[in-house]
């Protein structure tokens, strides 16, 4: 089992940035990739972004050139930059963590998720 805390949610204006954090314990040994999932108030949830252990990124075309995600394998923790948010960025945000083969990322760990709030 792995465990996942995020932190790092909160309310900002369009324009303005966040850092959201997620620390992972527990049978870390078993981490491949990580990521970050997203979903919106009445709609599906969607990838974000997600890093393999070699540090390979995927973006959704959504947030290219806007966010950054990153991890520090010491400390078992994946970041996502936040940069230039608009008000269709709000959504709760979740962490996970997976495999990556073949060229997909297949989530398996979730965390509780972390709201992320953007006013016009």
């Known amino acids: 089992q792995v465990q996942l805390v995020e932190s790092g949610g909160g309310l900002v204006q369009a324009g303005g940035s966040l850092r959201l954090s997620c620390a992972a314990s527990?049978?870390?040994?078993?981490?491949?990739?990580m990521g970050w999932y997203r979903q919106a108030p009445g709609k599906q949830r969607e990838l974000v972004a997600y890093?393999?252990?070699?540090?390979?990124?995927n973006y959704a075309d959504s947030v290219k050139g806007r966010f950054t995600i990153s991890r520090d394998n010491a400390k078992n923790t994946v970041y996502l930059q936040m940069n230039s948010l608009q008000p269709e960025d709000t959504a709760v945000y979740y962490c996970?963590?997976?495999?990556?083969?073949?060229?997909?990322?297949?989530?398996?760990?979730w965390g509780q998720g972390t709201q992320v709030t953007v006013s016009s």
């Open positions: 890093i393999t252990k070699g540090g390979s990124t």
């Open positions: 996970n963590t997976g495999n990556y083969y073949r060229a997909t990322y297949y989530p398996n760990y």
């Open positions: 527990g049978s870390i040994f078993s981490i491949n990739a």
